[in-house]
């Protein structure tokens, strides 16, 4: 298995809402990232995981939460989120944090209203 | 802080013809990667570079860590309708390991 699977592929919430945003890998990464990424802009890092433990949290505001329950998941949690968090969520993972050839998922495209 | 400066920031070409586009930075780099990311996808992993002065190929895609490590370009040879997408380039942050410096990104579209 080669692959970051994200879930779901898209989401629409409220800006009163609380949902959760998932990442699973079986490759064997100890590195696990959050990125965010505007329209025909770069991802932009949010937060990094190194064999389990927040090692990057790039001064992303507390209405996002990373969580890292294994080696092989990564959750985001959201919460009273504004509409300019609407963008890609994308998950990726490396062997570890020194490795940057990243394998990325699909993202989680989310419209906040 | 580091930058990475990369053009053009898109290209309108003719399917069979080569493209190029490439990276800049004041800041030296130990590693350059080049990805691709189509419409509606996370960015795919084309090309790493870890040696200064390295020229790499992948099928009709090749890539070269410049010698001053403050530069690296990309070639798509005979481009084709699926080579459409946005182009990035990437380096490692030089003290927080783990964080990506990515460019603007370059988009290209193939008429075919």
């Known amino acids: 298995d080669t692959e970051v699977t994200q879930t779901p592929k898209h989401l629409v919430m409220g800006m009163t809402n609380k949902k959760s945003l998932k990442c699973e890998q079986h490759m064997g990464h100890r590195a696990m990232y959050w990125y965010k990424q505007k329209a025909k802009k770069p991802p932009e890092l949010m937060f990094v995981?190194?064999?389990?433990?927040?090692?990057i949290n790039e001064s992303v505001p507390s209405r996002f939460s990373p969580e890292c329950p294994n080696s092989s998941l990564l959750n985001l949690h959201l919460h009273a989120l504004q509409p300019e968090d609407s963008a890609l969520y994308l998950c990726?993972?490396?062997?570890?944090?020194?490795?940057?050839?990243?394998?990325f998922g699909s993202g989680t495209r989310l419209t906040v209203v | 802080g580091q930058q990475l400066n990369q053009s053009p920031q898109s290209m309108f070409i003719q399917e069979g013809e080569d493209v190029s586009m490439n990276c800049t930075s004041s800041?030296?780099?130990?590693?350059w990667l080049w990805y691709k990311q189509e419409p509606g996808e996370g960015p795919v992993l084309l090309i790493a570079l870890y040696k200064a002065g390295e020229l790499t190929s992948n099928g009709r895609l090749t890539a070269q860590f410049g010698i001053t490590r403050k530069d690296s370009f990309l070639n798509i040879s005979a481009s084709i309708p699926s080579d459409v997408g946005i182009y990035f380039c990437?380096?490692?942050?030089?003290?927080?390991?783990?964080?990506?410096?990515f460019g603007q990104g370059t988009e290209l579209s193939v008429k075919p």
């Open positions: 990437a380096g490692p942050h030089y003290n927080q390991g783990g964080k990506l410096i």
């Open positions: 995981y190194s064999y389990e433990k927040l090692s």
């Open positions: 990726a993972s490396s062997q570890d944090a020194g490795n940057y050839g990243y394998t």
């Open positions: 800041s030296i780099f130990n590693t």
